[in-house]
Every structure is written in C-alpha cells, then in structure tokens.
C-alpha cells in the first residue's frame, strides 16, 4: 500500500470525502484490474467485489453504468428492460469521455457527469464488499447499502 494515492486515487477519495462518506482508498501492489484479480489483492471471494461496468443507451447512446457483483455476468437485455431502451457495449473511449477514467479502475463514483446507475441486487447480500477506486490497483471497502446511497443507483435484478 502506498502512503500517498494516485491522481486517479485521490479523485475517488476527494469525491467519496464530498459526498460524506469516510472510506479510505488504497492502492496495492497487486492489479486489481478485474474482479478475480481484485479479490485475489485483498483477500475476499469473487463474488465480493463490485465491478463498475460503462454500457450505453443504443438509441440514447447515453452513458450507464451497472455496478455488478464480480461472480456475475451482466444480462444486457434485463438492464434494457429496466432503463427502457437497449443497451450496447461501450468501447474505451467512450467510458473515458463519460467517466473521466479508464476502463480497469473505474469507480462507482467521481464521474466526470452524472451516470444513469444500476446496482445488482446480489451484492446486498454481502456484509462488506470493495470497489474500484480509480486506476487498476485502487480500491475501497464499504457495505452494498453504502454503494448504493453512494452512487445513487437503483438495487436491480441484473443477471
């Protein structure tokens, strides 16, 4: 862990700080770039970690992120049903210019604009479970009520 955060880092720690929440970021030696790799860093299972996932309206082509519990596979057609419209994959450009961060680390909060959120409703079963932070070795802890109240997402059947 290192004693001072990444620009990125300290983005996500600066916006969890404004919206009144105390978690603190870490950044570790180890990737957490993905979710096996992210739950093998600090120490949790799979299904612990929450994946923030950038898709796009097909029709709107608006930016939504889907915060998924890292055990599961996000059905498309579902998240198109709940926002109303389909939903496309978002190439890494696009995440960048919504989010203001690269795909790998992207956060549940501190976006560049507001996101149209969902948040899978299997994490609410967990007592604790991490996020992104902002780069691929940057996380927090907090709990799925939390996530949540934090980034102001509808709780969802998503898989």
Do not use: Y
């Not at 970690?49 to 939504?64: C, D, T």
């Not at 691929?136 to 009520?145: G, I, K, S, Y």
Request: proline share 6%; charged share 20%.
């Amino acid at each position: 862990m290192s004693d001072t955060l990444s620009p990125s880092a300290q983005r996500v720690q600066a916006a969890l700080a404004e919206r009144g929440f105390e978690f603190t970021v870490v950044e570790l030696p180890s990737s957490t770039r993905t979710a096996a790799e992210a739950a093998a860093a600090v120490g949790c299972e799979v299904a612990h970690i929450a994946k923030s996932l950038v898709f796009r309206g097909a029709q709107s082509n608006q930016p939504v992120l889907v915060v998924a519990s890292g055990a599961n596979r996000v059905d498309e057609a579902k998240v198109g049903e709940l926002l109303g419209e389909p939903i496309a994959k978002a190439d890494a450009a696009f995440v960048r210019e919504a989010t203001g961060f690269a795909i790998g680390g992207i956060p549940p909060v501190g976006h560049d604009r507001p996101l149209r959120t969902l948040v899978d409703q299997d994490l609410m079963q967990f007592p604790a479970i991490w996020a992104a932070a902002g780069t691929p070795h940057a996380v927090f802890r907090l709990t799925p009520a939390e996530l949540a109240d934090l980034c102001g997402g509808r709780v969802a059947r998503i898989c």
